[in-house]
């Protein structure tokens, strides 16, 4: 699995985030697992995408501040070449760490 960390003014929701990894890639909502609580990293073998919200960085921040910021995990290595589409789906005020 990889991952990379996305970056946002306003907190995304749960169903904006769903709603655009369905559409940029594809895959119904049943294949993103948001992780709340340590035991939902059990039932990570049936997602393709699995998103852990992280929380706000501070305003001492030197590159994000005050943004809030989650990782996505994805198990196909073919999902990295769609994630500046996913940045552009959730809009200006995002940032995806690709590199």
């Not at 990894?21 to 699995?50: C, N, P, Q, R």
Request: charged share 35%.
């Amino acid at each position: 699995m990889d991952s990379r960390e996305i970056f946002s003014k306003n907190k995304i929701s749960n169903e904006q985030l769903t709603s655009a990894i369905t559409s940029v890639y594809g895959i119904s909502s049943d294949e993103v697992l948001f992780v709340e609580v340590a035991d939902d990293w059990l039932k990570k073998e049936d997602h393709k995408f699995i998103i852990e919200y992280n929380g706000q960085l501070s305003n001492e921040d030197d590159e994000h501040p005050k943004y809030h910021y989650c990782d996505i995990w994805y198990k196909d290595n073919s999902a990295h070449d769609k994630l500046k589409d996913l940045e552009k789906t959730l809009g200006e005020n995002v940032i995806i760490t690709i590199d």
